[in-house]
């Protein structure tokens, strides 16, 4: 089974609005971390944002907010006020929480194109 | 502001070739990984190295060698390149095992192509 699923490969949305990109993923651990990265077209990885399992509130980073649900196993990414920069492919990652896990578990991502 | 340094950034290779991916980073990390990203993908773990002297197997760790040659370093070696190695090979590392909360970094990458 995957242990990261991202069911969008493509959004679009208007510069200045909102957009929200699906995550969910799947562990039988109690501690895990979720992470956010963003690949512009000239390729490096960006972190965005982290949530922990045991983070009681969602995690912000300026305009990025993380929805976490965790019953229903999602973390879904939400930009507010998109900008034209925003245009890149998102992947939502997992950590495991098992001793000596040294691995993000990376989705397929979401290509996000921002319309002027 | 260097961050995490990968060369090449392109290669072709033959099949049956061999080489060697550059690491650095000079951000005085503990932790140093390598990924593949393929279109449909993700990425996915090869190898990574928890702290200098040490290496570990990724999901998916067969036809390559690693190197961790100090702190500061950790290279990728094909030893007889398959098509199947087609790829872009990302580079990162982060300040503490991912076993905290530690982000990772990334270098730009090195898209290899073997023929």
């Known amino acids: 089974a995957q242990k990261i699923t991202q069911t969008q490969p493509g959004m679009f949305v208007q510069e200045k609005e909102a957009v929200t990109l699906d995550c969910t993923y799947d562990t039988s651990d109690q501690s895990y971390g979720l992470f956010w990265y963003k690949q512009p077209s000239s390729g490096e990885m960006i972190f965005l944002i982290y949530q922990g399992s045991y983070d009681e509130q969602n995690a912000t980073e300026g305009r990025y907010s993380l929805n976490f649900q965790k019953a229903r196993k999602s973390a879904n990414l939400v930009i507010s006020a998109s900008q034209l920069g925003d245009s890149a492919m998102y992947f939502c990652?997992?950590?495991?929480?098992?001793?000596?896990?040294?691995?993000?578990?990376f989705g397929t991502g979401t290509r996000l194109t921002v319309i002027p | 502001n260097a961050g995490v340094t990968q060369t090449p950034k392109f290669q072709v290779l033959k099949t049956g070739q061999s080489m060697t991916l550059q690491c650095a980073q000079d951000m005085n990390h503990n932790s140093m990984y390598w990924y593949r990203q393929d279109p449909g993908m993700g990425l996915r773990l090869i190898y990574y190295?928890?702290?200098?002297?040490?290496?570990d197997k990724g999901e998916v760790p067969n036809g390559y060698n690693v190197s961790r040659l100090n702190k500061r370093e950790f290279s990728l070696r094909l030893e007889s390149a398959a098509p199947s190695q087609t790829s872009v090979y990302f580079c990162a590392s982060s300040l503490r095992a991912l076993a905290n909360t530690g982000e990772l970094f990334f270098g730009e990458g090195s898209r290899l192509t073997v023929l």
């Open positions: 990652a997992m950590r495991e929480g098992r001793t000596g896990a040294n691995n993000l578990f």
């Open positions: 190295s928890a702290s200098e002297g040490t290496t």
